[in-house]
């Protein structure tokens, strides 16, 4: 029996090609609902695919602004089997959250009724450092960097479904990307890497997507300390409007040595 890895599921499907139609095996992405505890208490559920779930717990946890330090999170238990399958206990010190109010505020952020305003608003009132206005990336080497994110894409390749998210360095290097079904998955456990390794906040740091850069992306590349942030589609306003307030230079169509900057293109033009 094939032994596959837990981010690829495999099943048979019938394909028609040029009027005739075959069985054949194919590869799918895995996706898997993902239960975040603190200290014993439901936070949220996310979908994602298998795989880094520490890492993914803990860039979310910094993202949303739960966790202050790393030195935080005292113990982290992740359960693969039994009835507690696809749960992560995260036990914080000190932690002066409420997570029923933390659950209203997930539901409010991804509903239409909330503006742009209060959503800023409340980036502002965190006190995020602002991302180094020193650094400075060369046009050419920022164009390289989708097709070396294509390159290390081993589940996309294999499946065609993932989202990736990479961390580059200023000379261009890949320094860790991580895949999921969700982008923003892919970026939590890119910074929950980062925190691991003692690299955040990231002031000499290039985060890329393969997806669009919302506000959510934003947001995270944000609380990561990240002085730029690329993707290979279009930002959305909201995006633009938080990335030129709070001084994070947001870069859209990377692709085809074209790119589009956003907001603070002195880093980059």
Same mark, same amino acid.
């Given at each position: 029996?094939? *032994?596959?890895?837990? !981010?690829?599921?495999?099943?048979?499907?019938? !394909?028609?090609?040029?009027?005739?139609?075959?069985?054949?095996?194919?590869?799918?992405?895995?996706?898997?609902?993902?239960?975040?505890?603190?200290?014993? +208490?439901?936070?949220?559920?996310?979908?994602?695919?298998? #795989? =880094?779930?520490?890492?993914?717990?803990?860039?979310?946890?910094?993202?949303?602004?739960?966790?202050?330090?790393?030195?935080?999170?005292?113990?982290?238990?992740?359960? @693969?089997? #039994?009835?507690?399958?696809?749960?992560?206990?995260?036990?914080? !010190?000190?932690?002066?959250?409420?997570?029923?109010?933390?659950?209203?505020?997930?539901?409010?952020?991804?509903?239409?009724?909330?503006? #742009? +305003?209060?959503?800023?608003?409340?980036?502002? @009132?965190?006190?995020? *450092?602002?991302? =180094?206005?020193?650094?400075?990336?060369?046009? !050419?080497?920022? %164009?390289?960097?989708?097709?070396?994110?294509?390159?290390?894409?081993?589940?996309?390749?294999? *499946?065609?479904?993932?989202?990736?998210?990479?961390?580059?360095?200023?000379?261009?290097?890949?320094?860790?990307?991580?895949?999921?079904?969700?982008?923003? =998955?892919?970026?939590? +456990?890119?910074?929950?890497?980062?925190?691991?390794? #003692?690299?955040?906040?990231?002031?000499?740091?290039?985060?890329?997507?393969?997806?669009?850069?919302?506000?959510?992306?934003?947001? +995270?590349?944000?609380?990561?300390?990240?002085?730029?942030?690329?993707?290979?589609?279009?930002?959305?306003?909201?995006?633009?409007?938080?990335?030129?307030?709070?001084?994070?230079?947001?870069?859209?169509?990377?692709?085809?040595?074209?790119?589009?900057?956003?907001?603070?293109?002195?880093? %980059?033009?």
């Amino acid at each position: 029996m094939r *032994t596959l890895p837990a !981010e690829v599921a495999l099943t048979r499907v019938l !394909e028609w090609s040029d009027g005739a139609s075959h069985s054949r095996e194919d590869f799918l992405a895995a996706e898997e609902p993902l239960e975040i505890r603190v200290n014993g +208490k439901p936070l949220t559920v996310t979908m994602r695919t298998p #795989g =880094n779930d520490e890492e993914l717990a803990i860039g979310f946890l910094w993202t949303e602004g739960i966790l202050e330090s790393i030195c935080a999170a005292e113990r982290i238990d992740v359960s @693969r089997d #039994g009835a507690q399958r696809n749960t992560i206990q995260v036990q914080l !010190e000190d932690a002066a959250f409420d997570p029923a109010e933390m659950q209203r505020n997930f539901f409010a952020a991804s509903s239409c009724g909330i503006c #742009g +305003k209060t959503s800023i608003e409340a980036i502002r @009132r965190r006190g995020l *450092t602002p991302p =180094n206005a020193c650094f400075r990336l060369d046009p !050419e080497i920022l %164009c390289a960097m989708p097709d070396r994110l294509r390159e290390h894409q081993q589940v996309f390749g294999r *499946t065609g479904g993932l989202h990736a998210a990479a961390l580059f360095n200023g000379a261009g290097q890949l320094v860790v990307l991580r895949e999921d079904i969700g982008r923003h =998955n892919a970026v939590d +456990k890119v910074i929950g890497w980062a925190l691991g390794q #003692g690299m955040v906040p990231l002031r000499d740091c290039v985060i890329m997507v393969s997806g669009r850069g919302g506000f959510e992306i934003v947001q +995270k590349a944000l609380a990561a300390g990240t002085p730029v942030l690329a993707s290979v589609s279009a930002p959305s306003s909201l995006a633009v409007k938080l990335a030129r307030e709070l001084g994070l230079t947001l870069v859209g169509f990377l692709r085809e040595r074209r790119f589009v900057v956003y907001s603070n293109p002195e880093r %980059c033009l």
